[in-house]
């Protein structure tokens, strides 16, 4: 078989790959080594900024599968019958650290997924957790800062974390599970995904309920203790990578089965929370999970930064029949997930493999750095035009509806919402098992004992106050660990 000739990127076949030109042998490099320029330049070249957040991930392809009928929720198209499939990408991630970081840290995991429809691209962008820390987009910079490094020293800092939470009672539901050890999961194919926002499904009768997307692993549910999570950060920082292309590579294909939780507006009117608050559940008695199919993982991407690194989501690609809340979280990563790809990758990170739609795609964005014109080529970039044959379909208008209100102001987002304990503390007394709760408290009092500095007893105190606000036996095992005296103030602050 004929070998293949090394060429540079113009195509023309080059044979001085491992030696520089110079100056007689020991003499000093030409400037007109042009091979030795091009690939010095590709290789300084060769990262992109890293994400801000989600930076440490694992990708893999792989299909989804509809086995139980939703179409009177949804009109969809991939959820138009039963046995209708398509292919998906998934990504996982840790969120706070860099793309260097291990992977086994305490931290809520990314659960992205992309689903290839014949009527687009359809992304969900959810965390393995149901709910998040805060419910207003605009407190998200602020949070990720306290999640990612001092200023000054560049290191993480549990003063500053638990200073940020214990001034955000609404973060407490998430901090339990965070502090629980569902906060370091056994690699990514033994843990749950979740929609985490409110979701909309409108039907082919032009009729609309609210819903929440579930995965549910059928590998079980497996995760680190605190210890074993930070034995493995120094052992193998790479090992949920590892074991999801371990699996993939041997056969054991993973997979999730899909739910979704269904809400009429009805309902929602009278909920008794917030239905599109990101801090709360739905309970199942309530609202059962309704199945709908099976996610499959069977194909390692075959190079890790083409696919995985360059791979974007945003909460924005929806396909008729499937919209999005006034989730206020939502809302802002509605525009903030698809400018941070136009930074990050660029403004055609939508032509890459990993990002393309595999159907049609007609419309009149042209041009802009890597501009891949295969698709349109010298077809007009305006519209309406006389010389093409692209026209909108009605049958795709958007869902009209009236808002509840017309007033416009800056509402604070806890008025009359700011039950932040009763399902925090659920989740300890119901969810938890005995054990659970141990690990809980070991773990909220191991990260707790970093907070340093003159504040460290005003921000123990604050926290403690929400701990006994959730429940009384959670705030007196912190605060007895903590060697931290009950005055009467906080007993009553539990109340």
Known sequence: MDSKKLTLSN?????????????????????????????????????????????????????????????QYTKAKLFSKVGNSCRMFARFSTVGGEKGSADTARDPRGFALKFYTEDGNWDLVGNNTPVFFIKDAKKFPDFIH?????????????????????????SLHQVLILMSDRGTPHGYRHMHGFGSHTFAMINAQNERVWVKFHFKTKQGIKNFTDAEAVQMAGENPDFAQEDLCNAIENGDFPKWTMYIQVMTEEQAKDFRW??????????????????VGEMELNEVPVNYFAHVEQSTFSPSSLVNGISFSPDKMLQGRLFSYPDAHR???GVNAHQLEVNRCPFAVNNYQ????????????????????SFDD??????????????????????????????????????????????DREHLISNIIGSMKGITGPKRDEIINRQLC???RANIELGMKVASQLNINIDANMMNHSK
């Not at 000054?152 to 609404?170: C, Y």
């Open 343 to 345: 930074y990050r990758v």
């Open 146 to 170: 306290t999640q990612k490094r001092v200023p000054k020293t560049n290191l993480k800092s549990a003063t500053m974390m638990w200073d940020f939470w214990s001034h955000n009672p609404e």
């Open 274 to 291: 917030n239905p599109f608050d990101v801090t709360k559940v739905w309970f199942h008695d309530d609202y059962p999970m309704i199945e």
């Open 11 to 71: 195509g023309a076949p080059y044979f001085e790959h491992q030696d520089s030109q110079t100056v007689g042998p020991r003499g000093p490099v030409l400037l007109q080594d042009f091979i030795l320029q091009e690939n010095l330049a590709h290789f300084v070249r060769e990262r992109i900024p890293e994400r801000i957040v989600h930076a440490k991930g694992s990708g893999a392809y792989g299909t989804f599968t509809v086995t139980h009928d939703i179409s």
């Open 466 to 468: 929400h701990f006994f």
């Open 366 to 385: 042209r041009d802009g750095f890597m501009a891949d014109s295969s698709d349109y080529q010298d077809k007009p970039n305006y519209y309406p035009n």
């Open 390 to 435: 692209v026209k909108p379909d009605p049958a795709y208008k958007n869902y009209e509806y009236e808002l509840d209100s017309a007033h416009v102001a800056n509402y604070n987002r806890n008025e009359n919402d700011d039950d932040h304990y009763t399902q925090p503390g659920l989740l300890y007394t119901k969810s938890m098992t005995s054990e």
